[in-house]
């Protein structure tokens, strides 16, 4: 259970559109973005019933489900919301049961349906929206605590408990005792009370931290706790508020996004954006270390002709065994395979400089795979060029430069005869064939 004033900070400190109403539907108390969403100011929507601003079907279900619900029961459903001024919206409402000083109320967010379905994932702020709607659909296994700063002493309500797979009836009473199931890299961040408490009362803000903890069966859960902190006369912090969602869905799925844009769908290597990221680490590595940094570029030989010929489903899985055999020899940590463009492949390898035998070995294994290309000037089959970079010492050569030298080896490579690489080395003060 938690206490009254703690129920109170709780709900001041939550952004969305948050709601508490009674077993009755009574609403008792909301957010202020529920009186933006619906259009009524805070004293209208006190003492109205859910049901008032219900345009569903499902009122006396829902009636029924609430008078017959215990305390930590979860569940959500979907309704039509109405303004005040008539008009209406579509909304999936997830709702919590809590006992507060012993009554029973259902703690809920009415999240918008039309806004979260037009979410789209590809937009460059997605992973901040996507959290925000996910935590807003869990609030339907939303965990309450309660600390008591100074007498560093816990209190947490049931679906706490099931959130971090403990049990109950061996309740957690202190920051230790928490701490002592959090994963290890998160411990220090999650349980720094005291700083991140004087930091939301001295700001007047709130909480947020996402981390990683062990439940006793070895799964590793993402948590997300949000809190609001109490002060007393003296502005001190004295006590926190706040609840905890599983967000381990959400991160797993944030992860699949950044992989997706970092990632060339086709190939599965990296994609011109990765590149750009990690070719900048890699000269600055090399500028610090001195080590040296060799670049290819590759280009399948008349590609278009064979496309042309066998069908882009053959042109694709051409694409793919070229692939294949870039990411079998890029198999260092900081080596990396890339997908730069159509049929043209990137190979970055730091501390390489002498890629001869990498590159020559890339062009036999792709011979081995004898895949034939009719319609080549260069031969029966399909067959590739590299113009390779290597910089034994950056000094002032960014990436911008390596990538312009490198295509004009690769321009050399095919103006050679194509099959073949060209290496070109780079100092100081000039560029010189090897």
């Known amino acids: 259970m938690i206490s009254a004033e703690g129920f109170r900070t709780l709900l001041e400190g939550v952004p969305d559109?948050?709601?508490?109403?009674?077993?009755?539907?009574?609403?008792?108390?909301?957010?202020?973005?529920?009186?933006?969403?619906?259009?009524?100011?805070?004293?209208?929507?006190?003492?109205m019933s859910i049901l008032d601003i219900s345009g569903g079907e499902a009122k006396e279900a829902n009636l029924a489900t609430w008078q017959a619900a215990r305390a930590g029961l979860s569940m959500s459903y979907r309704d039509v919301a109405v303004h005040k001024d008539g008009s209406r919206f579509p909304v999936e409402v997830r709702l919590t049961c809590q006992v507060v000083d012993g009554r029973k109320l259902f703690l809920g967010v009415a999240l918008d349906v039309a806004e979260a379905e037009s979410t789209d994932d590809r937009t460059a702020d997605l992973r901040a929206a996507?959290?925000?709607?996910?935590?807003?659909?869990?609030?339907?296994?939303?965990?309450?605590?309660?600390?008591?700063?100074?007498?560093?002493?816990?209190?947490?309500?049931?679906q706490w408990y099931h959130i971090m797979g403990r049990d109950p009836a061996r309740p957690i009473r202190s920051i230790a005792e928490f701490r002592g199931f959090i994963h290890p890299d998160d411990a220090d961040r999650a349980t720094e009370v005291h700083q991140a408490a004087s930091?939301?009362?001295?700001?007047?803000?709130?909480?947020?931290?996402?981390?990683?903890?062990?439940?006793?069966?070895g799964e590793i859960r993402w948590i997300r706790s949000t809190a609001s902190v109490v002060a007393?006369?003296?502005?001190?912090?004295?006590?926190?508020?706040?609840?905890?969602?599983?967000?381990?869905?959400?991160?797993?799925?944030?992860?699949?996004?950044?992989?997706?844009?970092?990632?060339?769908?086709?190939?599965?290597?990296?994609?011109?954006?990765?590149?750009?990221?990690?070719?900048?680490?890699?000269?600055f590595h090399a500028t610090r270390t001195g080590e040296p940094l060799t670049l290819a570029m590759i280009d399948v030989d008349h590609f278009k002709l064979y496309n042309d010929a066998e069908g882009h489903v053959r042109g694709d899985e051409a694409l793919k065994a070229v692939a294949?055999?870039?990411?079998?020899?890029?198999?260092?940590?900081?080596?990396?395979?890339?997908?730069?463009?159509?049929?043209?492949?990137?190979?970055?390898?730091?501390?390489?400089d002498e890629p001869e035998p990498i590159l020559d070995h890339i062009i036999a294994e792709l011979?081995?795979?004898?895949?034939?290309?009719?319609?080549?000037?260069?031969?029966?089959?399909?067959?590739?060029?590299?113009?390779s970079v290597v910089a034994p010492e950056l000094a002032d050569v960014g990436p911008v430069e390596l990538l312009k030298q490198c295509d004009r080896a690769l321009y050399q490579a095919k103006a050679e005869g194509r099959n073949r690489v060209h290496v070109v080395r780079l100092d100081e003060r000039r560029a010189t064939t090897a």
């Open 199 to 217: 930091r939301i009362a001295d700001n007047a803000d709130n909480y947020g931290i996402v981390f990683r903890i062990v439940r006793p069966d």
């Open 17 to 47: 559109g948050f709601f508490v109403h009674d077993e009755t539907g009574r609403l008792l108390d909301l957010s202020e973005r529920c009186c933006t969403d619906l259009g009524y100011t805070r004293d209208e929507l006190l003492g």
């Open 367 to 387: 011979a081995k795979r004898q895949i034939a290309h009719r319609g080549s000037p260069v031969g029966p089959m399909l067959t590739i060029s590299c113009g």
């Open 130 to 158: 996507h959290e925000r709607l996910a935590i807003a659909a869990a609030v339907g296994g939303l965990g309450i605590w309660d600390y008591d700063i100074a007498r560093d002493a816990m209190q947490c309500d049931p």
């Open 324 to 352: 294949e055999i870039l990411q079998s020899v890029a198999r260092r940590p900081y080596d990396l395979a890339v997908r730069y463009g159509g049929d043209e492949y990137l190979l970055m390898l730091p501390g390489v």
């Open 232 to 283: 007393d006369d003296d502005g001190l912090p004295v006590r926190a508020v706040g609840f905890v969602v599983d967000v381990t869905d959400v991160q797993h799925a944030t992860a699949r996004l950044e992989q997706q844009t970092r990632e060339d769908p086709l190939t599965g290597l990296a994609n011109r954006r990765r590149l750009d990221e990690e070719l900048a680490k890699a000269c």
